[in-house]
């Protein structure tokens, strides 16, 4: 219930189109991988944003995950095209790839 108020009162949440959501639940992903994707669409609907810019230190604050195996899965799902990768010099940014949903 507290955590019911604090959303109705201080209005923080993500939008989120639920067919994005049920088709992350109806894929085969590990948990490594679906804390990815969550913490990308995190970054990205819940600030407004079409990128995010996380660094694999980023991803294993937020997620808990090894680096190793986050290095593995955000490749993995930047290969099997759920993730998009942007590079601006240096500087990586990834999206959730609403393409991939028919």
Do not use: H
């Amino acid at each position: 219930m507290k955590c019911i108020q604090m959303i109705k009162d201080e209005g923080k949440f993500t939008r989120f189109p639920n067919e994005i959501f049920d088709f992350i639940l109806g894929s085969k992903l590990t948990g490594t991988q679906s804390s990815i994707v969550y913490t990308v669409i995190r970054n990205t609907y819940g600030w407004g944003r079409e990128y995010c810019q996380l660094s694999l230190k980023d991803f294993e604050k937020i997620t808990g995950c090894s680096r190793a195996q986050l290095a593995r899965d955000v490749k993995k799902l930047i290969n099997d095209g759920m993730l998009i990768e942007k590079y601006e010099g240096q500087d990586r940014s990834l999206k959730f790839n609403t393409k991939i949903i028919n």
